[in-house]
Nanobody, 125 residues
Framework: VQLQASGGGLVQTGGSLRLSCAAS?????????IAWFRQAPGKERSFVAA????????YYTDSVKGRFTASRDNAKKTAYLQMNSLKPEDTAVYYC??????????????????WGQGTQVTVSS
């Protein structure tokens, strides 16, 4: 499975971006976990959101709840992270990750087998 992340860019505070994570190659059939992590300069990678398919349920770190929404289009084999009301502290490289089966510690990056290459999100103040 290969993941291709895209959609990052430069946006002003309060703006929006939608990140995409397209999957190619052999894909999963059920109970998929797709997550988003981010890494800001000088900081460790941290969990942002996870999406469980086909339950269509999202899980979020507290700092993005109410602002970010994770989703997936199964037909397109593409996951999305809609980011609204962006803040300067959201500035980071964002990575998508996937695994074949949902796990309870979905916010642990070590649980994911497949990773995208990262896309830069910069929020100006």
């Amino acid at each position: 499975v290969q993941l291709q992340a895209s959609g990052g860019g430069l946006v002003q505070t309060g703006g929006s971006l939608r990140l995409s994570c397209a999957a190619s190659g052999p894909t999963f059939s059920s109970d998929i976990a797709i997550a988003w992590f981010r890494q800001a300069p000088g900081k460790e990678r941290s969990f942002v959101a996870a999406f469980r398919w086909p339950l269509n349920r999202g899980y979020y770190t507290d700092s993005v709840k109410g602002r970010f929404t994770a989703s997936r289009d199964n037909a397109k084999k593409t996951a999305y992270l809609q980011m609204n009301s962006l803040k300067p502290e959201d500035t980071a490289v964002y990575y998508c990750a996937a695994r074949a089966r949902w796990v309870l510690d979905y916010n642990n990056g070590r649980q994911y087998d497949y990773w995208g290459q990262g896309t830069q999100v910069t929020v100006s103040s």
